[in-house]
């Protein structure tokens, strides 16, 4: 009887379960490409559609990589061959494009890892203090301390 019990439950239980899922979180992130450098109004810096190029910046694994964007289409760029870097070069009069990029700051560095890393040490300093005194009792010093109080009381 009680096998016919437990199998009816592992029954109901697999036709009765559903998956769970848990509904997914959005982070908003700007895809927005900072401008560089504005490039002249001439047929060399348009796109087939017409659309005038700027010089921005994206970051590619750590490492932030000149491209042409268009304001009017900011979620496409291109990528910049070594004519156009040439051609890019002389039209902004300056000796390397990459002189361009602004340097990341300490924030964008540094920053973040800090934050994180101090809030993890906070947040484990805090459980090894509240634990302490379950930990020394584990460990057996704690009773030590207490047998040792109690006999001077005596």
Known sequence: MKKILFILTVIAGLLMSSNAEARRIRIPVSNDIPKV????????????????????????????????????????????????????????NVEELSSLIPEPTFWDKWGGSLLFYGFAALIVIGLLSYLKDFILGLLGIVKKEKDNNEEEEK
């Open 37 to 92: 450098a504005t490039l002249p109004d001439s047929s060399y810096y348009k796109t087939d559609e017409g659309t005038h190029l700027d010089l921005g910046y994206i970051e590619k694994d750590g490492k932030r990589t000149l491209v042409l964007f268009s304001e009017s289409k900011p979620d496409t760029y291109y990528d910049i061959s070594d004519e156009y870097a040439e051609a890019i070069r002389q039209d902004l």
